[in-house]
């Protein structure tokens, strides 16, 4: 269950804050970030799933760019966090998985659903004081969300 308070999903607007358990069951929210670091936030699917692997493992083959670039990297799916802890050990991923079991967050986030049949593979930078600063969604080519987010974190 989350914790969410609905604020926006637009660029330029405040970011939902939220609490979710990650694959450690440890609970995190967005707020934790807040005056800290910028968070790059990707919602994705399905955990095992062949798009979403290769998704999480670019954003893997990347992170130290992004920590490079003072940013966190955290994956969101409406996965269980046993299987997040599968998933991660499987494909070595460093960063966090957070589990939205019932994709409350992601409705807050407008990534909730694609034709009603699966949640969607959409991704937010979010800036050091809790503002979306871009948004960017393309559900069949996971490793664009990563050049994407290189791309505009560099222009920041």
Do not use: W
């Not at 998985?97 to 994709?103: G, M, N, P, V, Y």
């Amino acid at each position: 269950m989350s914790n969410a308070t609905k604020t926006g999903n637009q660029v330029g607007q405040t970011a939902p804050d939220f609490a979710l358990p990650d694959q450690d069951e440890h609970l995190v929210r967005l707020s934790d970030y807040r005056g800290k670091q910028p968070v790059v936030l990707f919602f994705y699917p399905k955990d095992h799933s062949p798009v979403c692997t290769q998704e999480a493992c670019a954003f893997r083959d990347a992170y130290e760019r992004f920590l490079e670039m003072g940013a966190e990297v955290i994956g969101i799916s409406a996965d269980s966090a046993k299987s997040h802890r599968s998933f991660a050990q499987r494909n070595r991923l460093p960063y966090r998985l957070l589990a939205d079991t019932d994709s409350a967050v992601h409705a807050l986030y407008g990534a909730k659903t694609l034709f009603g049949l699966m949640n969607n593979r959409v991704t937010f930078i979010i800036d050091r004081q809790g503002v979306i600063r871009h948004r960017f969604s393309d559900m069949m080519n996971g490793t664009a969300h990563v050049d994407e987010m290189l791309r505009v974190l560099q222009s920041l």
